[in-house]
RNA sequence: GACCCUAUGGUCUAGCGGUUAGGACACUGCCCUUUCACGGCGGUAGCUCGGGUUCGAGUCCCGAUAGGGUCGCCA
């Protein structure tokens, strides 16, 4: 039988971090033994749980590339879903739940108490058969001592969370429950609910948890916790992915950058370390940095395209070859594409403003005349090329008897309004002889 | 408080009884480049501690310590 695996998130408004990287896991688990990956909605707390609530889980598992077999098509609890087992949304399922609470009443295996029902737990301590951890027994702590029952549907008539986990696992067919280590004490409290229904529990895989830098729990508040953060952050997905895998799982062979079509191939339950890992976002953004080299030039110009329009710079009124152009000279330069537009904005932009601390260093008296120099040049400078440029600038240094860098770097600020960016000369070719004479002009003003 | 999990440089990890303990990120020195990146060559830094087992222990066992998790009419 081929595995049946499954993510179930509660529609909170977030995606965590952590949540991604579990249903990172079990798609993983899912294509690499060709089994079946399923998305279930556990949204019983319904005062709580939204549309919009869903499709932040929705949009998080499609940007991430986490395709489900199974599961709701939209966020829509109501609306259609793919699969035989649903409905995908729990609080379709109440129904499931009831029949099943009343067959445990009835054979005495669940009782009332003050309005609620609770389940009669066992005692004696439960071995865990867990894939990733080992065989572990659970003992009953202290207070599970006094009182091992616990409630399984609250005085108000809603199911909770341990019973209808194990109800729709139950119904839906599951092979393996791959989840967050915070799991690990609740699941003897699951197989003891597997067994009143008299079938065998699924097979467990209790992941690490993914902590703060610092080594704390990774909560909804912290920096990167969140989806969001990456999705709105210029991230690519291809990038977080691969970083995700690494944490908890390696290929063994010294590789950190690695196709998702081969960690799938090698991907494993067994191998998955059991110490929890910490985010490290500077290697996350050196694989952020890897990927956005190596992006195809559509992709690459979309993805710059979008992001300089997020922040309210309109390139539609740039000829397209323009536009390639000065992209072209982004390349491999930044990282994040949130970085863009502060890096290559000067390009899109009418008039520029110049960074205030570096024209104190550069638009000095003595330069003024040199810029001078300089400008003249370019302006015989024809064709307007990279490399006919960098030929006047140099002998322009030359005649006037100092270093390039001396004309570079006042010639980059005034043209770019920024003391780091793409290669000067290129940025020039680009930007054109009107536009840099334009700018070199302006700037002359400027001379303190 | 009880129960459970974990422990290789700052971080992610390789290691599975005998290694000069390997790689990556970060940090750092030099080269390349008159910006910033990229790239190349170096460097600093590690087996938590204490007992066993063994000819021999990062590797196996026990304990301590530390970190994390769980004991809800949250999920």
């Known amino acids: 039988m081929k595995p049946r695996v499954r993510f179930a998130p509660s529609p909170t408004g977030f995606l965590h971090i952590g949540g991604a990287r579990t249903a990172l896991f079990n798609w993983l688990y899912a294509r690499h033994t060709g089994g079946t990956f399923v998305l279930r909605i556990e949204d019983t707390d319904t005062a709580r749980n939204t549309k919009a609530a869903v499709d932040v ?14 599961g709701p098509l939209t966020s829509d609890a109501t609306g259609a879903s793919k699969g035989d087992l649903g409905p995908y949304f729990q609080s379709q399922r109440k129904e499931n739940y009831r029949r099943r609470v009343e067959a445990l009443l009835s054979r005495g295996l669940a009782y009332e108490h003050e309005g609620a029902i609770k389940f009669k737990m066992t005692r004696e301590p439960i071995v865990i058969h867990d ?44 092979t393996h429950v791959i989840r967050g280590e915070d799991h690990l004490s609740n699941t003897a409290k699951h197989i003891a609910l597997f067994r009143a ?14 902590l703060n830098s610092d080594g704390t729990k990774m909560s909804k508040r912290d920096q990167g916790a969140l989806m969001t953060a990456y999705m709105d952050g210029g991230y690519l997905p291809e990038a977080l992915v691969n970083y ?107 008039t520029v403003e110049i960074n205030p601390e570096a024209a104190k260093k550069d638009f000095v008296p003595e330069n003024k005349s040199r810029l001078e120099r300089l400008r003249d040049a370019f302006a015989k400078t024809e064709p307007f090329t990279a490399a006919n ?22 010639t980059r600020l005034a043209c770019t309004g920024n003391t780091a960016g793409p290669s000067l000369y290129h940025l020039l070719e680009v930007l054109g002889k009107e536009k840099v004479l334009a700018r070199m002009n302006r700037a002359i003003e400027l001379f303190g």
Not at 58 to 64: A, H, I, Q, S
Not at 197 to 210: E, R, S, T
């Open 57 to 70: 889980i929705l949009d998080g598992l499609r940007w991430l590339g986490l395709n489900w077999d199974e």
């Open 131 to 174: 894939l990733v951890v080992g065989d572990v027994e659970r003992k009953l702590t202290d207070r599970e001592d006094l009182d091992p029952d616990f409630v399984i549907v609250r005085s108000d008539g809603e199911p909770v969370f341990h019973l209808v986990n194990v109800v729709d696992d139950l119904e839906m067919n599951m």
């Open 197 to 210: 229904f008299g079938v065998q529990p699924p097979k467990y895989a209790h992941i690490p948890l993914i």
């Open 244 to 350: 995700l895998c690494l944490l908890s799982w390696s290929p063994k062979d010294n590789r950190e950058k690695l196709p998702l079509a081969e960690v799938v191939e090698r991907f494993d339950l067994p191998q998955i370390l059991r110490a929890n890992a910490r985010f490290d976002h500077d290697k996350l953004l050196w694989l952020q940095g890897e990927y956005a080299r190596e992006l195809e030039p559509d992709r690459f110009y979309e993805l710059c395209v979008h992001a300089l329009s997020k922040a309210g710079m309109d390139t539609n009124t740039f000829p397209v070859a323009y536009i390639k152009a000065a992209l072209d000279t982004c390349r491999g330069k930044i990282k994040l594409f949130t970085e863009l537009p502060g890096y290559a904005g000067f390009y899109f932009e009418e």
């Open 389 to 410: 440029l960098e030929i006047a600038l140099k002998s322009t240094a030359t005649e006037l008897g100092v270093k390039a860098g001396v004309l570079v770097h006042p």
